[in-house]
């Protein structure tokens, strides 16, 4: 596993409401109309001791993906655990975003509104993946801004690497056609990724392939970064 990275911060313009966590039941409409941005950064290793953040993040990725690919799998399934959260927050390798007003200086004691985590994969590729978004923040800006935060830190990590290069998966069910995953593809493909390979999912993650409800494709997309 590479070194943990040099700490790097970015204040995005996605504008977003202020809301209650996720798991929370509240309905205070007046917090909501208070507009904020995101503010993405990677935490220091440390926060992997912050048992509430890292609880919150792992609600928040696996309530993300159960709505997200619900029809792809024929039973519940948790798309990570507390522990892989930790280890990601200690490698230095999982950007949080947390809602940020102008003049706060206590965003990061906010609950996270989303994250992405990044790695790299080889002497010139960079990956990234497990991208969640607070629905209450979609269409915000805030997945876009991720997006781009990681294929910053890949760049940075690849620097001076021929053809550099930035990838990511996607599980598509081909019995079917699942609106939400043509919706990530065409998003993606705005971006700037296409389709490059198919990769074996039962061999990438053998416990999820035991609880889909059909086939499915395990495509990677992938990105050229310049320099």
């Not at 039941?25 to 990677?42: F, G, L, P, Q, W």
């Not at 003049?103 to 010139?124: E, F, L, N, R, Y």
């Not at 056609?177 to 990438?204: I, P, S």
């Not at 999820?208 to 495509?219: A, I, N």
Request: hydrophobic share 40%; glycine share 6%.
């Amino acid at each position: 596993m590479p070194e943990n990275p040099l700490l790097q911060s970015t204040t995005t313009p996605a504008t977003t409401a202020a809301h209650q966590p996720i798991s929370s039941t509240s309905n205070d409409n007046e917090s909501r109309n208070v507009k904020y941005k995101a503010e993405i950064t990677v935490p220091p290793s440390s926060a992997a001791d912050d048992k509430a953040l890292v609880q919150a993040l792992t609600l928040l990725v696996n309530a993300v993906y159960s709505e997200a690919e619900r029809e792809i799998y024929s039973a519940e399934f948790s798309r990570t655990s507390s522990s892989d959260v930790a280890a990601l927050l200690r490698a230095g390798e999982l950007a949080v975003a947390h809602p940020f007003r102008s003049g706060d200086q206590t965003s990061a004691c906010a609950p996270p509104v989303g994250c992405i985590a990044m790695k790299q994969a080889g002497p010139s590729t960079g990956e990234f993946g497990m991208l969640a978004v607070d629905p209450m923040h979609r269409s915000s800006g805030v997945g876009r801004d991720l997006v781009s935060f990681a294929e910053g830190w890949c760049r940075r990590r690849l620097l001076g690497a021929r053809n550099a290069a930035v990838r990511l998966e996607l599980l598509f069910p081909v019995h079917f056609q699942h609106e939400g995953k043509m919706r990530l593809h065409t998003w993606y493909e705005k971006l700037g990724y296409v389709l490059v390979e198919l990769r074996d999912f039962e061999k990438a993650y053998p416990r999820l392939f035991e609880l889909l409800s059909g086939p499915t494709e395990f495509r990677v997309y992938e990105k050229k970064l310049e320099a």
